[in-house]
């Protein structure tokens, strides 16, 4: 059975730095690219970064280029996302999600991060 | 890299079907047959429902169809049932590995 747990979320400051990282269970993982995508309270999705098998590749969504850093520990089965000079508007829940062939089958719960002075 | 557009609401009653587009470019849906159609129930993660255009995964009920055309993607749901009422994205690839997303149709059932 398929699992992804996100953690890491929280309440941040304004200008701040986040890790979240995406625990994976339940099938191949080097099969697999890893996303995150993010979801704004009452917006649409937003696709952000995806990191191929063995760090091979990294995606980004070019208006978050320059503040993202994907990552995946193949070993322990998990994926990472930095998040530098966290705005108002990262105030999002956090999901990670398996991609192959550009289309994520699999999905997280999802993390909440909220940017707030 | 702008977000695909889709209607913000669209609604049926039982048994009718509803039909939710997805409009692009030339450079995303019009360039390459990876639009997907995804389900989200209020708090709850997206399910994907139709992959490449028009593949269902395994136990996506065949009431869910996709279609393209040109820049336009297309997700019909024939049969409209009480529990199709959430909220409905599509997906496309954009060219370099990037993944970009409609803003989101809520699906009603009358």
């Known amino acids: 059975q398929v699992h992804l747990e996100e953690s890491g979320g929280g309440l941040v400051k304004p200008g701040g730095s986040l890790r979240l990282s995406c625990a994976a269970s339940g099938f191949t993982f080097t099969d697999y690219s890893m996303s995150w995508i993010r979801q704004a309270p009452g917006k649409g999705l937003e696709w952000l970064s995806c990191v191929s098998p063995g760090n091979k590749h990294t995606m980004y969504a070019d208006p978050l280029r320059g503040r993202l850093s994907v990552s995946r520990d193949d070993a322990k089965r998990s994926v990472f996302l930095q998040i530098d000079n966290l705005r108002a508007e990262d105030t999002a829940v956090y999901y990670c999600?398996?991609?192959?062939?550009?289309?994520?089958?699999?999905w997280g719960r999802g993390t909440l991060v909220s940017v707030s002075s | 890299q702008s977000a695909l557009t889709q209607p913000p609401s669209a609604s049926g009653s039982p048994g009718q079907s509803v039909t939710i587009s997805c409009t692009g470019t030339?450079?995303?849906?019009?360039?390459?047959?990876?639009v997907s159609w995804y389900q989200q129930h209020p708090g709850k993660a997206p399910k994907l429902m139709i992959y490449?255009?028009?593949k269902r995964p395994s136990g996506v009920p065949d009431r869910f169809t996709g279609s393209k055309s040109g820049n336009t993607a297309s997700l019909t749901v024939s049969g409209l049932q009480a529990e199709d009422e959430a909220d409905y994205s599509c997906a496309s690839h954009a060219g370099g590995g990037i993944v970009i997303f409609g803003g989101g149709t809520r699906l009603t059932v009358l």
């Open positions: 999600a398996t991609e192959n062939y550009f289309k994520s089958e699999y």
């Open positions: 030339s450079s995303d849906v019009g360039a390459y047959d990876y």
């Open positions: 490449e255009v028009n």
